[in-house]
């Protein structure tokens, strides 16, 4: 149980991500003070949108330099800091030669570095981590041991590896690792946000992330032969941002929350673009056969280990905890899916 300050300020790692700009905006229209990291503050493209928002908001923003890979990067942002939100990690699935560089060592080194400026910090009271239902579980086959017949937050990733399944990997080595430096101290506390597949409009114009390459992709042509059967947890990327607002100032949180409004398939979500953009973009509109997808696996960027274990496989959370302990209600993923693609249009991405 801990009670954060207001008028500290909270650092936010890797502020011009996808769900990290959400967050920023949301607590600096709170007026706190937000600290912040980013590898280059230099680069306009990726922190123009962020002094802009603090420039239009009560609250106030400083941007710090940092890289997950850099022992003590984090000591100087974190300064006076009672709140910690570790959201920096490299969320992509696919155009890496090596995972461990690309994916596991950024993730667990970058957490234990974060972790370790807090154990240096003597304000830090609590630490949020942006964590993953990709912590949760490995492939969607999985399920078929879990006799209750859906995730909850008693789960752990125990399939995936560096060869299979990288990203998933480097998120559960990294959650793991933090709890093991929070649990060999007691000044600070920590509340992990496992959140499923974030869509939802981007303020950031430079993210890498995959939420955005595969909303692109919807549009874009990618899908129009078709879709693999592939089912996900989906969740809106504003209600994400809250969720670690709440996690971060109730002070009875603590432990693992799934953030996830629903499942649905790819298909699906096609469905709902051409409700309303009609065939106005080359939306997905079949599912392809299993053996297809497994055949063109390499040429699409995954492992036929990945179609083997994912393809055709039914998901299903549990996000009660998120809902009663944090008091999250979700947006219906029509809105959030819609209004994704709404902001590619204006954007002029699509
Ligand atoms: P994003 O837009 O790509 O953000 C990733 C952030 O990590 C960027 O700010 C990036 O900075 C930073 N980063 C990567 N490597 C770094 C390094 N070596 N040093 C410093 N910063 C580094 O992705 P996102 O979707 O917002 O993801 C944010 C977090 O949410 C990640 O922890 C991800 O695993 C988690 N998550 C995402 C989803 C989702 O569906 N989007 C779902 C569950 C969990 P640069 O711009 O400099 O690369």
Same mark, same amino acid.
């Given at each position: 149980m801990r009670t954060i300050n207001t008028s500290a300020p909270v650092l936010v790692t890797g502020g011009n991500g996808y769900i990290a700009s959400?967050?920023?905006?949301?607590?600096?229209?709170?007026?706190?003070?937000?600290?912040?990291?980013?590898?280059?503050?230099?680069?306009?493209?990726?922190?123009?949108?962020?002094? @802009?928002? $603090?420039?239009? +908001?009560?609250?106030?923003?400083?941007?710090?330099?940092?890289?997950?890979?850099? =022992?003590? %990067?984090?000591?100087?942002?974190?300064?006076?800091?009672e709140l910690?939100?570790?959201?920096?990690?490299?969320?992509?699935?696919?155009?890496? @030669?090596? $995972?461990?560089? +690309?994916?596991?060592?950024?993730?667990?080194?970058?957490?234990?570095?974060?972790? =370790?400026? %807090?154990?240096?910090?003597?304000?830090?009271?609590?630490?949020?981590l942006t964590s993953s239902v990709a912590a949760i579980y490995g492939d969607a086959k999985d399920m078929q041991n879990i006799p209750r017949g859906y995730f909850s937050e008693e789960d752990w990733n125990t399939s995936s590896s560096t060869d299979h399944q990288p990203y998933s990997y480097s998120k559960v080595i990294a959650e793991k690792e933090a709890w093991t430096i929070c649990r060999a101290q007691d000044r600070w506390d920590m509340v992990v946000i496992n959140p499923s597949m974030v869509y939802g409009p981007s303020l950031?114009?430079?993210?890498?992330?995959?939420?955005?390459?595969?909303?692109?992709?919807?549009?874009?042509?990618?899908?129009?032969?078709?879709?693999?059967?592939?089912?996900?947890?989906?969740?809106?990327?504003?209600?994400?941002?809250?969720?670690?607002?709440?996690?971060?100032?109730?002070?009875?949180?603590?432990?693992?929350?799934?953030?996830?409004?629903?499942?649905?398939?790819?298909?699906?979500?096609?469905?709902?673009?051409?409700?309303?953009?009609g065939d106005a973009y080359p939306f997905?509109?079949?599912?392809?056969?299993?053996?297809?997808?497994?055949?063109?696996?390499?040429?699409?960027?995954?492992?036929?280990?990945?179609?083997?274990k994912n393809v055709g496989y039914p998901v299903k959370f549990d996000n009660s905890v998120s809902r009663e302990k944090l008091g999250l209600a979700y947006r219906p993923i029509e809105q959030t899916i819609t209004d994704h693609f709404e902001q590619l249009i204006e954007d002029r991405v699509v």
């Open positions: 959400w967050l920023i905006k949301m607590l600096l229209e709170d007026g706190h003070t937000v600290h912040t990291t980013v590898r280059d503050p230099r680069n306009m493209t990726k922190v123009e949108h962020l002094t @802009k928002m $603090a420039a239009n +908001a009560p609250g106030t923003l400083k941007i710090f330099k940092a890289d997950l890979l850099t =022992e003590g %990067a984090f000591d100087e942002a974190m300064q006076g800091c910690v939100m570790h959201t920096a990690s490299p969320f992509i699935v696919s155009g890496f @030669k090596d $995972a461990n560089e +690309a994916l596991v060592r950024p993730a667990k080194e970058g957490t234990r570095n974060v972790l =370790e400026a %807090a154990n240096r910090v003597f304000a830090v009271k609590r630490v949020v950031s114009k430079s993210s890498g992330s995959t939420s955005i390459s595969t909303m692109v992709n919807m549009g874009d042509g990618t899908m129009k032969l078709g879709v693999p059967k592939l089912t996900l947890g989906v969740v809106d990327v504003r209600d994400v941002a809250l969720a670690h607002v709440k996690a971060g100032f109730t002070p009875e949180a603590s432990g693992r929350h799934i953030v996830s409004a629903t499942e649905i398939s790819f298909l699906e979500m096609g469905r709902m673009l051409e409700a309303r953009y997905p509109k079949r599912e392809l056969p299993k053996f297809l997808v497994w055949l063109m696996a390499p040429k699409s960027g995954v492992s036929r280990g990945f179609v083997h």
